[in-house]
């Protein structure tokens, strides 16, 4: 190896992720750690169909090359989807992705200069933060309640920090706090990012999951200024082994992530954009995701009501409306790292992901994210059981 | 639109590709401009099986998430298939890519800072530039001959660059020119870049189709230094709208390349994978890449054969020995693309790509790439005999 590469390898850092996604792999570890959609709920028999067709009856389009913004017909049926949810757009203002984590990188690129800052709710996606960080930039942290992001501090933060550039976003049931930014907060954003001249990036992967209450407008439906690039993902009601999300923002930005896809990646697979598109065509996508609400309702009160039961008072969590996870609090100076190799891991088979990795700046350690869309309900019952009880015995609860 | 975006945008240029893209896109033209490889040689019956295998069979695995490396089997096949060119190598020193396009792209942004130089061949892959621009290099052509390179020149440059960082090079059947570079230089190049203490990055998505004479050996099998990175594809044996390569690499390499992956767009679709591994195990690859050769042998010598009848004698073309394009030199002094938009295109309905694009530095006007892979036999003659008779005609030759 080069020992001028040697050198400069020192500044990739290892993920979390990565790790976390290794320890899941143990079958005698309760995994509540990753954000992995409940595979009983793909829906196999339909995409069966769909790429049987798209490569017997349409392989010599669906395999070959194609454009790097995306099949024109799937373009145009994710705008009309848009168009229901207030949104009404254009095929030209989509762009087709290698999942949503390919809009952050891409968007970070387009827009992120080193040093230039990025707003984020405090804490925040890590997946988000590990594509923002090769722009380099500095990050701050807008902490959040029920309602989401403080406006109060996010309007600080925009009036002393003139390199803002970007106020990054995941407004319903957001990952990792399971918290959705309420109505009011939603129209301040869009006020503020007008009047400080800031890009706004609405990240939505959970978006169509909502257990309960009303689905709230996206902050791009209350775009006035096409300072909004919306980010929406099939991962998480079709099946993230597809690797299709999209970007909706106006033509021109549009134009210009499309151009920095066909340097990163040439195009998203044509095949796989056909499925989707055949899927939109033939099935009831949105009977569908009924189902899949409802089995995730299910599980996450199943969750919350053992956590309820099982876990000392001191231990707070968040109750999510939709999306994949929950948010516990401990008391401060309580460390869920230490906890989960010390005790959880070995005593009670119990893997959840130490909140400090969430932070973009000051890492808090007396959290974590407990995710139950993946795990069988008896598992959820058993691990939050066991947990609940380690915790009363070892803090004395 | 944010007026910082505004101008920041100024700064991503659009790209000629795309445009052909659309060019192509009109049935009444004779395209030999995209190297798209022929949708009738792809396996479909092949592809619609394993697609369904996957999906059927092992849907919860194939459809959910998996991780940034690629999944362990079809990393252990793409291994015993390198082993097989020379390159023995564990599963571990392989990343799978989303096409050989995104190892351009992650090896460029592990390597390369702004200002740091990146050597390729003159002209060089489109493809390649477009990947490596982002991150701000400069660049220095080394010209070739019938052998590739000419190592004299790279060594100059070597000598008087000390921030050369990386060999970009295509050394089979190169795109754009077809040329081949010979085994001489290949061991040279090594030489250089061990004396140098210089990355190279090989870069193969042609090497399988070889029409004659005998395979030469990959750089990476001459690597004793760890410093050749190996980028190769399924795009050009199995389809490009599968969007599955790979990078060959010392395992703490693709460590990095892996967390850089993470980064762009966490994996690269599961299920296709799936897909490719299972058809790596149940069919005969090496037959279907055997009926390519065939084909593609014979659309080249009737290209050539064409081109040799109808065009005028200062026209100089390449003669592949594998790969998709022949290369064609004009006179000095005329040029390509002013051609093609003033008689090409209108008089014969012919496009092919102007070759000014493919020069990293100073344009060269007078060459063109065309492709014989994609047009059926009759398109390849009738295209190139109107093309070579308005040569003729308005070359006076």
Known sequence: ????????????????????????????????????????????????????????????????????????????????????????????????????QQGLDLVAKLLVDKDDVIITENPTFLGALI?????????AGVPMDAEGMDMAVLEDVLRREPRARLIYTVPDFQNPTGVTMSLARRRRLIELANQFDVMVLEDTPYRELRYEGETLPTLKSMDTEGRVIFLGSFSKILA????????????????????????????????????????????????????????????????LDTIRRHF??????????????????????????????????????????????????????????????SPPDEVIVRGMTALGRLLRLRMGG
């Open 1 to 100: 190896m080069s020992t001028r590469l040697a050198s400069r390898m020192n500044h990739v850092k290892p993920s979390a992720i990565r790790e976390l996604l290794m320890l899941g792999a143990d079958p005698a570890i309760m995994a509540f750690g990753g954000g992995y959609p409940d595979a009983s709920l793909f829906p196999l028999e339909g995409l069966d169909a769909v790429f049987h067709a798209a490569i017997a009856e349409h392989g010599r389009e669906s395999l070959q090359y194609s454009v790097p913004t995306g099949l024109p017909r799937l373009r145009a049926q994710v705008a009309a989807r848009m168009a229901l949810d207030g949104v009404p757009c254009g095929a030209e203002e989509v762009l087709i992705l290698q999942g949503g």
């Open 312 to 373: 000392p008072q001191e231990v707070s969590c968040t109750d999510p409306a939709g999306g994949m996870f929950i948010w516990l609090t401990f008391p401060a100076g309580f460390d869920t790292a230490r906890f989960m190799s010390e005790h959880a891991l070995p005593e009670a088979r119990v893997a959840y992901v130490p909140g400090a990795t969430f932070f973009p700046t000051v890492q808090e350690a007396n959290h974590a994210r407990v995710s139950y869309s």
């Open 131 to 139: 594509a923002f960080n090769p722009c380099e930039p500095r990050y």
């Open 240 to 303: 993230p082994g597809l690797r299709v999300g999209w970007a909706v923002a106006p033509a021109e930005i549009i134009g210009h992530l499309a151009l920095l896809k066909l340097a990163a990646d040439t195009q998203c697979s044509t095949l796989n954009m056909a499925a989707v598109s055949l899927f939109l065509d033939r099935y009831d996508v949105d009977a569908h995701i009924a189902t899949i609400r409802a089995t995730y309702r299910r599980k996450k009160n199943l969750m």
